[in-house]
């Protein structure tokens, strides 16, 4: 599972640089036959957790895999950009996260094997939710890897919170209630006016629940079809910002920062009744929250439709000694039977639609949450989603509009954040 960087401990300036110094590339063939694989990952993918190394090793006895991982996937990527500058130093895999999926479609191609012209591409995109595939493909149609994870978004919610301020705690009828923004907003005016309320708590987490989640739902988010950026232009902006700001001028928020550690533990302190959740935030959730929490938090969709957070693909690199072993690492790994061992066994919502499908994915429930039937409401969400243009800069787009969101929450006027925001975006993306 891929989550934000902020969630990763700093590995520090001198580990990248001996990383780099290092370098995790020179796969090459023991005197007995043997092939090892290298491959560079990030953050947990969970592929050796689930003992799908050894399975497959097992299978292939003539091959042995190591893997390399970077805690943090900003240390990794800036290490994996010295090494695609350079043309040495690269793995055989190549693990790529959502952040920087656009960056290496638009610049870093042609390092990479494409599988769109593999003899079985059929077979090996078919099974993928089209956008999972569209966000790895060029303008050419070349398509730089296979997606492992995805992030399917829901509302999670305090069951417990909201009985104590007199709202529906049915997720079906909250599903109905916020079916739109604009309905989520007058749950939370309810909330707020409880004179019932639990005292010190807020109905939504941070403005950025409500902005992340709602500005892919429009016909563009950041970019335009091309992958330049359109903050100013961007239906997807306008409206997540106009309801994420209300929700901030309007003291729906804690106001906290995802990730920090006062976000961390307001979990357990029951702060905050409402979050936008992908679905690997479960386990984060319940880790922060604490089994005491169990049967507290709950999951109901998420308003506006679909949307997405999170989500990763492998990539061959075309400079591997062994690429045609790599391939079908790759290919074995991402199928579907892998990614619904990668659900049951931890928890990896999958990319594939086919895997997603599948009753052990479909019909699963999360006992922590109120036994909600988290397959089939992240199924829907990963169903219901299309492709948004996505670009380089989406990250820094992204921060700059949730850090302003932030003032908001404190009292600066709507407009003047906005446009705060898009002066520093402005400064990032030299446009």
Same mark, same amino acid.
């Given at each position: ?22 370098? %995790? ?51 990794? $990527? ?31 191609? @042609? ?7 593999? !003899? ?15 966000e790895a493909t060029t303008s050419d149609g070349r398509v730089i890897g296979l997606g492992t994870d995805a992030g399917p978004e829901a509302m999670c919610f305090r069951r417990d919170l909201f009985e104590q301020a007199g709202l529906p705690t049915d997720r079906a009828q909250l599903a109905q209630l916020w079916s739109t923004w ?39 988010? $950041? ?11 961007? /239906? ?14 309007? /003291? ?8 920090? @550690? ?14 936008? %959740? ?5 386990? $984060? ?25 999170? !989500? ?120």
């Amino acid at each position: 599972m891929t989550v934000p960087p902020r969630r990763r401990a700093a590995l520090g300036a001198a580990l990248v640089a001996s990383l780099l110094a290092a370098g %995790c590339g020179g796969s090459g063939s023991a005197d007995d036959g043997t092939v090892t694989l290298d491959v560079g990952l990030f953050g947990t993918f969970g592929f050796e957790q689930a003992g799908l190394y050894d399975e497959y090793m097992r299978l292939h006895p003539e091959i042995r895999i190591e893997e390399t991982s970077v805690e943090r996937s900003a240390d990794y $990527y800036r290490a994996l950009q010295t090494r695609l500058a350079a043309g040495s130093g690269l793995a055989d895999v190549q693990g790529i996260e959502i952040g920087f999926v656009a960056d290496v479609v638009q610049n870093h191609a @042609d390092a990479f094997v494409d599988f769109a012209a593999e !003899g079985n591409a059929d077979e090996l995109l078919g099974h993928y939710y089209d956008w999972k595939v569209e966000e790895a493909t060029t303008s050419d149609g070349r398509v730089i890897g296979l997606g492992t994870d995805a992030g399917p978004e829901a509302m999670c919610f305090r069951r417990d919170l909201f009985e104590q301020a007199g709202l529906p705690t049915d997720r079906a009828q909250l599903a109905q209630l916020w079916s739109t923004w604009e309905g989520y907003l007058e749950v939370g005016r309810q909330y707020e006016a409880s004179p019932t309320k639990p005292e010190g708590t807020s109905f939504v987490d941070s403005p950025a629940s409500v902005f992340s989640a709602a500005v892919y739902q429009g016909e563009t988010a $950041y970019d335009d079809a091309d992958g330049n950026p359109i903050p100013e232009s961007s /239906d997807g902006v306008a409206t997540a910002w106009q309801n994420a700001s209300v929700a901030a001028a309007e /003291d729906m928020t804690a106001n906290l920062i995802q990730f920090g @550690d006062e976000w961390n533990a307001a979990f357990a302190s029951g702060a905050f009744a409402t979050i936008s %959740c992908p679905a690997w935030m479960l386990g $984060y959730i319940s880790e922060q929250a604490g089994e005491d929490a169990s049967g507290a938090w709950d999951v109901a969709p998420l308003p506006g439709g679909a949307g997405n957070w999170g !989500g990763s693909w492998l990539g061959v690199t075309e400079s591997s000694e062994h690429k045609e072993e790599a391939i079908a690492l790759v290919q074995w790994l991402t199928a579907p039977e892998q990614q619904i061992r990668m659900f049951t066994e931890e928890a990896h919502f999958p990319s594939s639609q086919e895997a997603a499908e599948d009753p052990q994915v479909a019909d699963a429930v999360n006992e922590y949450f109120s036994g909600a039937p988290v397959g089939q409401i992240f199924g829907d969400s990963a169903a219901a989603l299309r492709f948004t243009p996505i670009g380089p800069y989406d990250t820094q787009i992204q921060e700059a509009f949730t850090n302003a969101l932030s003032t908001v929450a404190q009292g600066t006027a709507p407009d003047d954040a906005f446009q705060a925001a898009l002066a520093e975006i402005e400064q990032i993306t030299g446009g």
